[in-house]
Each structure stands twice: as C-alpha cells, then as structure tokens.
C-alpha cells in the first residue's frame, strides 16, 4: 500500500467519523436513559463530561496539544466503556448510522481508551 493509498484510507475513515458524531450523540443519550446500561458506566460518563466541562483540570488547557489530550481521551475511555458495558444488540437498537460508521466510531473509541494510562484506567473503572 502506497502513501496516497493510506492518506486517501484516513480521510476517508476521519470523514466517516465527524459525518457519525450526531449519531454517537443520539446513542450516549439513548444510552444514559437506559437501564440496561450499568448506573457506574453512567457515573463515569457524566463524571467525564463535567470534568471537560469545568474549569478545574488536572492538566491546564493553557500546555499546548497535553492540555486539551487529557480531556479528549478522559472522555473516549468513558464513553467507550459505556458502550462496551452493554450487549451489542442493545447499542444496534439505539445506533441510527450504518454499521460501517458505527464500526469507524467504535475503532476510534477503542484507539483513544487504550492510551489512557492503566493507573487512571483502574480508578474509573
């Protein structure tokens, strides 16, 4: 596979990404009002947010590129866990793209959630 190809193969998959972010929103909803979904999946989703969301962070946002990284992969790992706290059919039932999107989606959500490192892994899980 050449350069091009490989450009060509991520733009493609980044596209397919921002085009699914309306629906990944209708499914975190969908899924916080669940009571499939585990209350602790819950806490740490919403835990996520309101830390993206307050003015405290653990890394300042003012350290350029790690300042805004920390609060992106807080909010990948919780997310992805509450997808994966639940039977597939569950996130079928709530997800209004195409599989290929959803697939697109949950390859970067995995991506993002393995580079939070293990020890804060442990803490919110």
């Known amino acids: 596979m050449n350069d091009t190809t490989t450009d060509r193969d991520w ?4 596209k397919e990404a921002v085009l699914a972010l309306p629906n990944l929103s209708k499914l975190l909803y969908r ?3 669940d009571s499939r979904v585990p209350a602790r999946r819950k806490v740490t989703a919403g835990f996520a947010i309101a830390y993206v969301a307050s003015p405290i962070d653990v890394v300042p946002d003012f350290i350029p590129f790690v300042g805004q ?3 992106i992969l807080l909010v990948t790992f919780a997310v992805h866990r509450l ?3 639940v039977e597939a059919d569950v996130v079928d039932e709530y997800w209004d793209g195409s599989g290929d999107a959803y697939e697109v989606v949950a390859a970067i959500l995995e991506w993002g959630a393995d580079l939070v490192p293990k ?3 442990r803490l919110l899980d």
């Open 11 to 14: 733009k493609a998959g980044a």
């Open 119 to 121: 020890p804060i892994r």
């Open 69 to 71: 990284v920390d609060d």
């Open 83 to 85: 997808i994966e706290s």
């Open 31 to 33: 899924l916080m009002r």
